[in-house]
């Protein structure tokens, strides 16, 4: 079944330490995209990626960065400068067909815990 | 720029009742337009989508129309029940990017 996969499901971490946070797909799709979401919150975009070695800074990137070595996956490190990063994080992902270009499929998402 | 606004919630009603969520944009040019749902502890699942003018998406019950005259895409439903019971966002594609404007989401809750 193609879809994306998100690991682990929940994730603690200490103070001052980097996390990464896995998202793979199998949909062949060209972008991916990353969001936090607190509770009770919308969506807020962290970072994207439009094409293999290529990647831009969403609405909220300080404090995270990403890496595009594959086209099929997208991870996501949390490091020591993001002050808040107790959050839940969704992946997602998009073709390039038509005018469902922009049409997203999510991940089940990561619940993030600084202790 | 583009944005979404959607009704806040939480909404609450009884199981059978008739389900209404405001959706309005602000777009240029002619984006596609989606409603996604959020069950509890989980991802985004796409909902519903038009892509053009006039259409109708629907899915499970749910029903929403584009309607640029009004720059509307309001979701509905006849008779809810308790597993619809999420949370529901509205978005918008930016046909100039690769990137979706998602609303800030209503909280909908169904009492039996």
């Known amino acids: 079944d193609g879809g994306i996969t998100q690991s682990p499901k929940y994730l603690f971490r200490k103070e001052g330490q980097n996390v990464t946070l896995s998202c793979e797909q199998n949909l062949n799709h060209d972008a991916m995209y990353w969001y936090r979401q607190d509770p009770g919150q919308g969506l807020r975009l962290i970072y994207y990626?439009?094409?293999?070695?290529?990647?831009q800074k969403g609405d909220i990137a300080e404090g995270y960065s990403v890496s595009r070595e594959k086209k099929e996956s997208f991870p996501l490190t949390v490091t020591s400068a993001q002050k808040n990063p107790t959050a839940f994080y969704l992946c997602?992902?998009?073709?390039?067909?038509?005018?469902?270009?922009?049409?997203?499929?999510f991940g089940p998402g990561t619940r993030l815990t600084v202790l | 720029g583009n944005s979404v606004t959607q009704m806040e919630g939480p909404v609450t009603l009884s199981e059978e009742a008739f389900l209404t969520i405001n959706c309005t944009y602000t777009?240029?040019?002619?984006?596609?337009l989606f409603w996604y749902v959020q069950y509890p502890g989980e991802g985004l699942q796409l909902l519903l989508k038009a892509t053009k003018a006039d259409d109708k998406g629907s899915n499970k019950g749910f029903e929403a129309t584009y309607r640029k005259e009004t720059t509307s895409f309001h979701l509905e439903k006849g008779s809810v029940q308790v597993s619809d019971s999420a949370v529901y966002f509205c978005a918008l594609g930016a046909s100039s990017a690769s990137k979706i404007i998602f609303g800030s989401g209503t909280r909908l809750s169904i009492r039996p």
């Open positions: 777009a240029t040019g002619y984006p596609s």
């Open positions: 997602a992902s998009s073709g390039t067909s038509g005018r469902l270009y922009n049409e997203q499929f």
């Open positions: 990626s439009q094409i293999v070695n290529d990647f």
